[in-house]
């Protein structure tokens, strides 16, 4: 058998001989990276309040034992984009780098699945219809108390990341859950669901179905219920907001737009832009930008580790619009 090895790290081949029963390894994926330690995620299940199984993977920085920190620390949630990603993503280094980033910095890392993502049968996904903002939120509100009641997560110190559909629910976290969550990092998801919803990607019988319908006044209420861009008096904790010039998939005014009703309002806004990237970045100096910024911002917030920015940001057109630029 060829056997793919995936705990958290860049992933290994191993061949398995049945006869002798003999595991060997043949190569790593990415060999630079093999001399690290990375940390191996544990794996659990939490029962939501209307009665659903959901899976749930936890990273912990070094020192944790037996899959438990010793004392609750500052965590981060994280929440997939789709949100029709699904299983898929846990075991790729896409993902998983960004996970080992946090926990190096001093967090716990909840990479949480729900009700409407894929992977788990039709059933689960058709749970999702209409969902944003309420029963797929409601999982991601479970999963973190459950976090916090198995005393992984410190309660005051807990934030929500995540892209794509991942950024809605970070911001809707804030909006619709405004004191559970210490800060959000929402990164090019959609903010009014409205509007998106008469975008030229939005409108196809998929969305309507499972999102909703904005050619009926009923379906057009329920998305302006659903979007944070209509909940900007709930919002009192500080948010971090980022999207790409040439996205193609979320128009720009969704993030701009959204973050400027934020700063008017007098809240707690940084808007990081980045002119020259698509939808989900695409340069690696974007990443080290993103998280230059971000880290200090969690830093700030849930008090984990950071490095200072130095030059990530003049590495990139990268420019932040509102927020704190005296970064280092």
Known sequence: ????????GPGAYYLFDRDSRQLTRLLGLMPSLRRYAWRVPGNYSVITRDGY??????????GASHGRPEQPLPTVVYVHGGPWEGLSHWEEWTYRRHFQLLANRGYAVINAEFRGSTGRGKSMVDLGDGAWGQEMHFDIVDITRWAVE??????????????SY?????????AFSPNLFRCGLAMYGPMDLERYAQSPFAQNSLWQKRVGDVST???????RQQSPAHRIA???????LTIGGRDGRIPLS?????ADRLYRAGKPVTYLYFPEETHDYQQAESWTAFWAVAERFLHRHLGGRHEPV???????NASIIYGDTALD
């Open 1 to 8: 058998w060829l056997l793919m090895r995936q705990d958290g």
């Open 53 to 62: 199984e959901l899976p749930v993977q936890v990273y912990l920085p070094a």
């Open 150 to 163: 198995q005393d992984i997560a410190d309660k005051t110190r807990l934030a929500i990341w995540g892209w």
């Open 166 to 174: 991942g950024g809605y629910a970070a911001a809707a976290a804030l």
């Open 217 to 223: 006044s009923k379906g057009r209420a329920a998305l």
């Open 234 to 240: 709930a919002i009192q904790r500080p948010l971090l």
């Open 254 to 258: 969704q993030i701009a737009g959204f």
């Open 310 to 316: 130095g030059t990530a940001l003049r590495n990139t």
